[in-house]
């Protein structure tokens, strides 16, 4: 996937929920990896809010409507 931009909507590759890209930056460790921090809804209701950084190469963009 191209480099993803904050506010797009992403899932990982392997699938899993759509998450909001709310950062993206380098790693500090190995500036060649590009990482997004997503914010997504979990919990049984829907009602909790869970962040996690990921490398940018493990994400797709899901399609949105126009």
């Known amino acids: 996937m191209a480099a993803v ?19 993206t930056g380098k790693d ?4 060649d990896i590009l990482l ?3 914010q997504w809804f979990s ?3 829907k009602d ?3 962040s996690a950084t990921f ?6 963009a899901l399609p ?3």
């Open 5 to 23: 931009n904050i506010g797009d909507v992403v899932q990982l590759n392997s699938g899993g929920p759509s998450m909001t890209v709310q950062s």
């Open 28 to 31: 500090p460790d190995n500036t």
């Open 36 to 38: 997004a921090t997503c």
């Open 43 to 45: 919990g049984e209701l």
């Open 48 to 50: 909790q809010v869970s």
């Open 55 to 60: 490398p940018q190469r493990s994400l797709v």
């Open 64 to 66: 949105q409507p126009d």
